[in-house]
């Protein structure tokens, strides 16, 4: 049980374009989801927490405008890039919680490349 | 000061070896502990859950947890060439926090 999905895997894409990942629980549902940014030999970044039905809660130093968070229902959240750029380059992970004190259960990660 | 502190390693041992991979951390406020693998371009998978002091065993793992040290530990018996991968420690009160994570290669 708690099966995470994330998906694309992987995706590359051109400078100034958007890019929308998916992030879905197949077997609970999540009241909370967060999303890491992760770079190689380094731990786990928090962007973002989101809980379903409301806005996002932004980590300092991380633009809402620019990662769009939406958390549509209890089993989808989705992370889009806008206007990506070549740093933005970076493995992407989302987790899920079903409650509290649930430990977080992780997607295999979105392996972003912007060129 | 770190909240979670995890030697990155890289930690490379013989095929059915016992491996020990610990975390400390500052934070007396933590209450939940967990032990994740992350492999290769992959996701991290949740390996180990517990809550307060002790030990909790799960096949060849076992997870152990000193609060009055505020030390964490994850034990691999009889590790095999599948165990390789990067373990990260994690635990939380109001938040989740991470280790960076160690680097694990079992060599047949």
Known sequence: GAV??????????????S???????????????????????????????????????????????KFLI?????????LTVTSAHPEDSSFYICSARQDNPSPLHFGNGTRLTVT | QKEVEQDPGPLSVPEGAIVSLNCTYSNSAFQYFMWYRQYSRKGPELLMYTYSSGNKEDGRFTAQ????????SLFIRDSQPSDSATYLCAMRSNQFYFGTGTSLTVIP
């Open chain 1, 70 to 78: 939406n958390h549509a229902s209890l089993t989808l959240s989705t």
């Open chain 2, 65 to 72: 947890v000193d609060k009055s040290s505020k030390y964490i």
């Open chain 1, 4 to 17: 995470v999905s994330q998906h694309p895997s992987w995706v590359i894409c051109k400078s100034g374009t």
């Open chain 1, 19 to 65: 890019v929308k990942i998916e992030c879905r629980s197949l077997d609970f549902q999540a009241t909370t989801m967060f999303w890491y940014r992760q770079f190689p030999k380094q731990s786990l970044m928090l962007m973002a927490t989101s809980n379903e039905g409301s806005k996002a809660t932004y980590e300092q130093g991380v633009e809402k405008d």
